[in-house]
């Protein structure tokens, strides 16, 4: 059965919600960049002695905590009168580990020890919360937001976060600089609290009312086992969804290179660690260009033609830091990188939202995000086995290279929706 289509809310209360909408991504994702995951994090933990497969995950730590989650909670999200308190209540506590690292790490003096597993932790554990928010705020927000200014909507996020990590890579090259190490991380941990803080406010003004929620028939789960058992085959029965979970595993070239970018940078110049924060700014400068692209490619054309920019980006990115051996192509280097992933990103939320039939949304968008998990683990395991057992960061750009040539030929496999509508299985 088709779910009935919901009355359109009023214009201004579009707009507020679009807004908001835009403010709160924006933020929480511009407070990250105080301990950027692509730059910061993997530095941060080769000096506090961290191994080599540690350094990899570090840019996936929190994403793969949030989609690790979702999944196990979707039966009681769909089942949600309202989606707004559930995500206010859940999205207060993931924020609260940052404020609470950052104390402990500014105000304790003999920390050394457990300096490192707390650095580790403190993204593991707020995204597993978070991960009981995000099916719940991807409902609410694709139900909110009309669907062809979802595209923009993304890229407008993108660019409120680039904007703060023009700022954010200042501040963190002063902090480096004129602050202990453990005392800066700790005033970059609170940073990144102050603006996730703010982001959380943001939603207060969110408009949510009978408009926004779509009558969808219950589904017959029966026994939480049963349930469990039945997404296989919900996933066999969306083709499409099947072949974009392996175009995203193989898209994760960006990340497998990103891991050991800083310290290959660092190394080959020989500049102090302070001069991260150069990096942190020019891949924001990056993320303002591909997110304008990316919003207005995403308005007209949809999702996919920007995941496959986005593997030719990641071609390109893999030969230039495989062959550069100055500071200045470095920061071109962190330029490109944020180009190309936001490019990415934008192009994959458009695409994976669209895809999905609206009956059954929230649980393949969490089903979605699992499967994530694996790719996140698995592509970030392997570059760090392969620069464990060879020491070279040529080889590891290599793989992520030859996995983006895999992930073009899959998407040649999947329809735009816009462009193709397809028939989607309830």
Same mark, same amino acid.
């Given at each position: 059965m088709s779910a009935t289509v919901p009355q359109q809310p009023h214009s201004h209360a579009v707009r507020r919600n679009f807004i908001c909408h835009c403010l709160e991504g924006g933020l929480y994702m511009g407070g990250t960049a105080f301990l950027a995951p692509e730059s910061v994090l993997p530095k941060m933990v080769e000096t506090l002695g961290g191994r080599a497969w540690i350094i990899a995950m570090m840019p996936i730590l929190l994403p793969a905590a949030f989609a690790?989650?979702? $999944?196990?909670?979707?039966?009681? !999200?769909?089942?949600?009168?309202?989606?707004? /308190?559930?995500?206010?209540?859940?999205?207060?506590?993931?924020?609260?580990?940052?404020?609470?690292?950052?104390?402990?790490?500014?105000?304790?003096?003999?920390?050394?020890?457990?300096?490192? /597993?707390?650095?580790?932790?403190? /993204?593991?554990?707020?995204?597993?919360?978070?991960?009981?928010?995000?099916?719940?705020?991807?409902?609410?927000?694709?139900?909110?937001?009309?669907?062809?200014?979802?595209? @923009?909507?993304?890229?407008?996020?993108?660019?409120?976060?680039? !904007?703060?990590?023009?700022?954010?890579?200042?501040? $963190?090259?002063?902090?480096?600089?004129?602050?202990?190490?453990?005392?800066?991380?700790?005033?970059?941990?609170? @940073?990144?609290?102050?603006?996730?803080?703010?982001?959380?406010?943001?939603?207060?003004?969110?408009?949510?009312?009978?408009?926004?929620?779509?009558?969808?028939?219950?589904?017959?789960?029966?026994?939480?086992?049963?349930?469990?058992?039945?997404?296989?085959?919900?996933?066999?029965?969306?083709?499409?969804?099947?072949?974009? !979970?392996?175009?995203?595993?193989?898209?994760?070239?960006?990340?497998?290179?990103?891991?050991?970018?800083?310290?290959?940078?660092?190394?080959?110049?020989?500049?102090?660690?302070?001069?991260?924060?150069?990096?942190?700014?020019?891949?924001?400068?990056?993320? !303002?260009?591909?997110?304008?692209?990316a919003g207005w490619v995403g308005y007209k054309c949809g999702g996919k033609i920007l995941l496959q920019a986005s593997r030719i980006v990641c071609l390109g990115l893999c030969l230039w830091v495989a062959l550069t051996g100055s500071f200045t192509g470095f920061m071109l280097s962190y330029f490109v990188l944020g180009f190309g992933l936001f490019l990415d990103r934008v192009g994959d939320l458009t695409l994976a939202a669209e895809l999905c039939p609206a009956e059954r949304r929230s649980t393949l968008q969490a089903l979605l995000g699992f499967c994530n998990v694996f790719a996140f683990l698995l592509s970030t395991f392997i570059s760090g086995q392969i620069y464990a057992w060879t020491h070279s960061f040529q080889a590891v750009t290599a793989v992520a290279a030859l996995f983006a040539i895999i992930s073009m030929l899959i998407l040649r496999g999947i329809p735009e929706p816009r462009l193709a509508p397809i028939q989607k299985n309830s």
């Amino acid at each position: 059965m088709s779910a009935t289509v919901p009355q359109q809310p009023h214009s201004h209360a579009v707009r507020r919600n679009f807004i908001c909408h835009c403010l709160e991504g924006g933020l929480y994702m511009g407070g990250t960049a105080f301990l950027a995951p692509e730059s910061v994090l993997p530095k941060m933990v080769e000096t506090l002695g961290g191994r080599a497969w540690i350094i990899a995950m570090m840019p996936i730590l929190l994403p793969a905590a949030f989609a690790s989650v979702g $999944i196990f909670i979707a039966p009681v !999200v769909e089942r949600l009168p309202r989606f707004k /308190p559930w995500v206010l209540t859940f999205g207060f506590l993931q924020r609260l580990p940052y404020l609470i690292t950052g104390l402990i790490l500014l105000y304790s003096d003999r920390i050394e020890g457990i300096l490192l /597993p707390i650095v580790v932790l403190t /993204p593991v554990i707020s995204g597993l919360i978070g991960g009981m928010t995000v099916v719940a705020w991807m409902e609410m927000v694709t139900r909110m937001v009309p669907e062809r200014a979802r595209a @923009a909507g993304w890229a407008v996020r993108y660019i409120i976060q680039a !904007v703060i990590g023009v700022l954010a890579g200042a501040v $963190i090259h002063f902090v480096l600089t004129h602050y202990p190490k453990h005392e800066a991380y700790g005033w970059l941990h609170l @940073a990144v609290f102050a603006l996730l803080l703010v982001s959380w406010v943001s939603q207060l003004f969110m408009h949510e009312d009978e408009h926004h929620r779509q009558r969808l028939p219950a589904q017959p789960y029966g026994p939480y086992l049963d349930y469990l058992r039945s997404l296989p085959g919900l996933l066999r029965s969306q083709p499409y969804l099947v072949k974009l !979970v392996f175009a995203r595993f193989t898209g994760m070239g960006y990340l497998m290179v990103v891991s050991f970018l800083t310290i290959h940078a660092l190394n080959v110049t020989g500049r102090p660690e302070a001069d991260e924060g150069r990096f942190v700014t020019c891949q924001a400068i990056g993320v !303002v260009l591909g997110s304008l692209l990316a919003g207005w490619v995403g308005y007209k054309c949809g999702g996919k033609i920007l995941l496959q920019a986005s593997r030719i980006v990641c071609l390109g990115l893999c030969l230039w830091v495989a062959l550069t051996g100055s500071f200045t192509g470095f920061m071109l280097s962190y330029f490109v990188l944020g180009f190309g992933l936001f490019l990415d990103r934008v192009g994959d939320l458009t695409l994976a939202a669209e895809l999905c039939p609206a009956e059954r949304r929230s649980t393949l968008q969490a089903l979605l995000g699992f499967c994530n998990v694996f790719a996140f683990l698995l592509s970030t395991f392997i570059s760090g086995q392969i620069y464990a057992w060879t020491h070279s960061f040529q080889a590891v750009t290599a793989v992520a290279a030859l996995f983006a040539i895999i992930s073009m030929l899959i998407l040649r496999g999947i329809p735009e929706p816009r462009l193709a509508p397809i028939q989607k299985n309830s």
